[in-house]
């Protein structure tokens, strides 16, 4: 899978890209990220990027020119001919839908996603009609540019390639990930060793919490529960307990989330001194 990232600051992405899954991915070729100085595409003497805004306002803004020139030379499809089950046009921008982990399982089934960082005021609008699928944003909250949000969207979606992660099963039984119904049919009840599996698909919601040893830390005890061995009870343990954090933390997930009659009963169990 390739990325293409045009930004205004190609170093930011150096660290980024040094460390961890990512950087494992990269190193074994399961991923590529290339970045592009926009301003190699201007044809002034002060390579000037951007200009003031149509109408006046605060601020300036990214020119198309370059953003153009720049996708035209690295050979991106014209958007009326794209294949978008290959290849993706995604601009970066507070404007934009807000990413998820459904955007990032997309994203990662392609061929090439070609990312371009928004800065200043904005980008010429014309950059989002003629030239980009997507405007993408990470969160509900305005950044200096566009940067940040490449590196999570990258981060985010080559972590779900086949052979990036030690497990094949990781990115299925994690926050956000699909529900049983969606997982692997052979791999939905059952381990490779055919002990039932002690989790269910989170279908959306937040993931169960976690413990390790010690057993007990200052003087809070690991349920008891999971050191039983009973997986069926643990699996249930662990959807309620998912369940109850989403209820505190994100509730608005539950909205959208594939619920079962069990699933509504242990809810409506839960009162706010709970929660």
């Not at 390579?47 to 035209?72: H, S």
């Not at 390790?212 to 200052?218: L, M, Y």
């Not at 005890?221 to 994100?250: F, M, Y």
Request: a negative charge; proline letters at 4%.
């Amino acid at each position: 899978m390739r990325f293409d990232l045009v930004t205004l600051f190609p170093g930011f992405f150096e660290s980024t890209l040094r460390y961890g899954i990512l950087e494992r991915a990269l190193r074994s070729n399961l991923a590529a990220v290339f970045t592009h100085d926009l301003r190699n595409w201007t044809h002034d003497r002060h390579r000037t990027v951007d200009d003031r805004p149509f109408g006046g306002g605060e601020g300036m803004v990214l020119k198309p020119q370059p953003i153009f020139e720049c996708a035209e030379s690295l050979g991106v499809t014209p958007k009326s001919s794209r294949d978008l089950s290959r290849e993706s046009v995604i601009l970066l921008s507070a404007q934009g839908k807000r990413f998820t982990q459904s955007t990032a399982r997309r994203l990662a089934t392609l061929s090439r996603v070609f990312l371009i960082c928004g800065r200043y005021e904005g980008v010429d609008e014309r950059v989002s009609q003629l030239l980009c699928d997507d405007e993408l944003s990470i969160g509900d909250f305005v950044l200096s540019g566009g940067e940040l949000g490449a590196a999570v969207i990258i981060d985010a979606t080559v972590r779900l390639l086949p052979g990036v992660l030690g497990h094949e099963d990781s990115s299925l039984y994690e926050s956000f990930g699909l529900g049983d119904e969606a997982c692997d049919e052979a791999s939905a009840d059952l381990t490779a060793d055919g002990v039932p599996r002690s989790t269910h698909g989170s279908g959306g919601l937040l993931d169960y919490p976690h413990y390790t040893r010690p057993a007990e830390f200052r003087g809070v005890a690991v349920p008891e529960i999971l050191s039983g061995g009973d997986h069926s009870a643990i699996r249930r343990w662990r959807r309620q307990a998912a369940l109850a954090k989403t209820l505190a933390n994100r509730p608005d997930l539950l909205d959208e989330a594939r619920l079962s009659d069990d699933d509504r009963e242990f809810l409506a169990t839960l009162s706010s001194d709970e929660i």
